[in-house]
């Protein structure tokens, strides 16, 4: 079962995604991220492939899309914050993203 990160986990597994671009959402126990793409191709084939990820690891995003923009915002419903699904998922993100 997916549990919500204790406060030690959090500062170790977190402070990596801040280094590439990840911030706390304000409101609620969620990260979030907003990815630039060359046009709206890229952008949306970048979120094809993440979601191929997503569906395998059945913990899929809260995203919009506006033309060459993906705004990402990741927690675990099941949790009510963040899990280490989150910190995968935003890994593989930014490694599709290259």
Excluded at 30 to 51: E, H, L, P, S
Excluded at 57 to 76: G, I, K
């Amino acid at each position: 079962m997916t549990e919500r990160l204790s406060n030690e986990t959090r500062k170790t597994l977190l402070a990596p995604l801040k280094e590439t671009g990840w911030d706390m959402v304000d409101d609620r126990d969620a990260i979030r991220k907003t990815f630039k793409f060359g046009d709206f191709a890229d952008a949306f084939g970048w979120m094809t492939r993440a979601a191929f990820w997503a569906e395998k690891w059945n913990h899929h995003p809260e995203w919009d899309n506006t033309y060459n923009t993906v705004n990402v915002v990741l927690t675990t419903h099941d949790v009510d914050g963040l899990s280490t699904l989150d910190v995968k998922l935003a890994r593989k993100m930014d490694s599709l993203a290259g």
